[in-house]
């Protein structure tokens, strides 16, 4: 059953030199217990994917399409509509966690004020000592070491690794349908980043809570997901089952970002990297938008930018395919 349906989904920004879009007639549909990996370079649209779903971009951000939750078109919803869904109906795991923490205000009582407002909103009577039972139980679910002490911390005292996992806790603790993960392990040592993509996997599979995971690593979103959704300049470029896009990606700018994969054997030469830089979206180029950086460019690229097809299950934006 699908949880959360996007359809044509576009976003602009109002500057100074006028309106610009960011996220191109996206579409994407999420089912429940769904983990879907968001890939791209800096500069793709991925975080603004996961923005526009919460609904927390910038003032001088505009919407058009659908975002369907369960049925409701978020983008009709006013706001005091959406804090009805926004934290314990879809939550957010920002980039750099510490941020989504006050930092004067000790860690457990921060999840302690959150689960009140779950519980209000449930129209739920529950006990101080029952709140702070049930925050202690989950860091030691999270193999936190010493909750009690955890609790009693402020974000600053925490390394970047428990601070990951305070917010976590505040994920399985408010039971969200659907949980965005923009960039989770970008500010935390690579060798932690193993922990949290088995966290995250393990409340999917515990809770039953969807994921949408923004990286820019697609051997994380490979470890990661069952489904990989491919970015480039706000547009989708292939879409399809994790498997069958790593072993055959179809699209070049795929096959680029899976060459870039550095290998384990010395022996396999100098890492590739995929050439050019990503295109601003103030100068965006005619035809294809990968294509003043593709090695198989042919002439209509340049000319007419192609539409998605469905080739084997998937969905890809290439000429080759038309």
């Given at each position: 059953?699908?949880?959360?349906?996007?359809?044509?989904?576009?976003?602009y920004y109002?500057?100074?030199?006028?309106?610009?879009?960011?996220?191109?007639?996206?579409?994407?549909?999420?089912?429940?217990?769904?983990?879907?990996?968001?890939?791209?370079?800096?500069?793709?649209?991925?975080?603004?994917?996961?923005?526009?779903?919460?609904?927390?971009?910038?003032?001088?951000?505009?919407?058009?399409?659908?975002?369907?939750?369960?049925?409701?078109?978020?983008?009709?919803?006013?706001?005091?509509?959406?804090?009805?869904?926004?934290?314990?109906?879809?939550?957010?795991?920002?980039?750099?966690?510490?941020?989504?923490?006050?930092?004067?205000?000790?860690?457990?009582?921060?999840?302690?004020?959150?689960?009140?407002?779950?519980?209000?909103?449930?129209?739920?009577?529950?006990?101080?000592?029952?709140?702070?039972?049930?925050?202690?139980?989950?860091?030691?679910?999270?193999?936190?070491?010493?909750?009690?002490?955890?609790?009693?911390?402020?974000?600053?005292?925490?390394?970047?690794?428990?601070?990951?996992?305070?917010?976590?806790?505040?994920?399985?603790l408010l039971?969200?349908?659907?949980?965005?993960?923009?960039?989770?392990?970008?500010?935390?040592?690579?060798?932690?980043?193993a922990q949290?993509?088995?966290?995250?996997?393990?409340?999917?599979?515990?809770?039953?809570?969807?994921?949408?995971?923004?990286?820019?690593?697609?051997?994380?979103?490979?470890?990661?997901?069952?489904?990989?959704?491919?970015?480039?300049?706000?547009?989708?470029?292939?879409?399809?089952?994790?498997?069958?896009?790593?072993?055959?990606?179809?699209?070049?700018?795929?096959?680029?970002?899976?060459?870039?994969?550095?290998?384990?054997?010395?022996?396999?030469?100098?890492?590739?990297?995929?050439?050019?830089?990503?295109?601003?979206?103030?100068?965006?180029?005619?035809?294809?938008?990968?294509?003043?950086?593709?090695?198989?460019?042919?002439?209509?690229?340049?000319?007419?930018?192609?539409?998605?097809?469905?080739?084997?299950?998937?969905?890809?934006?290439?000429?080759?395919?038309?």
């Amino acid at each position: 059953m699908v949880l959360l349906q996007i359809r044509n989904l576009n976003v602009y920004y109002n500057t100074l030199i006028g309106k610009v879009k960011i996220l191109n007639d996206l579409n994407l549909d999420v089912d429940y217990g769904d983990i879907v990996g968001v890939v791209g370079e800096s500069g793709s649209g991925k975080s603004t994917l996961g923005y526009a779903i919460a609904k927390i971009l910038p003032p001088n951000a505009s919407m058009t399409g659908e975002i369907l939750f369960e049925g409701v078109n978020l983008l009709n919803l006013d706001e005091k509509e959406m804090q009805k869904y926004r934290g314990t109906q879809i939550f957010m795991v920002f980039q750099n966690a510490l941020n989504s923490l006050n930092p004067v205000k000790k860690v457990g009582f921060q999840l302690e004020e959150a689960l009140k407002i779950k519980y209000q909103k449930m129209g739920k009577k529950v006990s101080e000592d029952e709140i702070y039972k049930e925050v202690i139980d989950v860091f030691k679910d999270l193999r936190l070491p010493d909750p009690e002490v955890i609790y009693e911390r402020y974000p600053h005292q925490l390394s970047g690794g428990q601070i990951q996992r305070v917010i976590i806790a505040m994920a399985l603790l408010l039971r969200p349908k659907l949980l965005i993960a923009d960039e989770p392990t970008s500010a935390i040592d690579v060798t932690l980043q193993a922990q949290v993509v088995n966290l995250f996997k393990q409340i999917n599979q515990e809770a039953k809570i969807s994921i949408i995971f923004i990286t820019h690593d697609i051997s994380l979103a490979y470890a990661m997901s069952n489904r990989i959704l491919v970015l480039y300049a706000g547009r989708i470029m292939e879409e399809g089952n994790t498997e069958e896009i790593i072993k055959d990606p179809m699209h070049p700018y795929t096959q680029g970002l899976i060459a870039s994969i550095p290998k384990v054997s010395k022996s396999s030469g100098k890492l590739y990297s995929i050439p050019g830089l990503p295109p601003s979206f103030y100068t965006l180029p005619a035809g294809c938008k990968f294509h003043p950086r593709c090695p198989k460019v042919m002439p209509i690229c340049k000319e007419k930018e192609p539409q998605e097809v469905h080739v084997n299950n998937r969905r890809v934006r290439c000429w080759l395919y038309e």
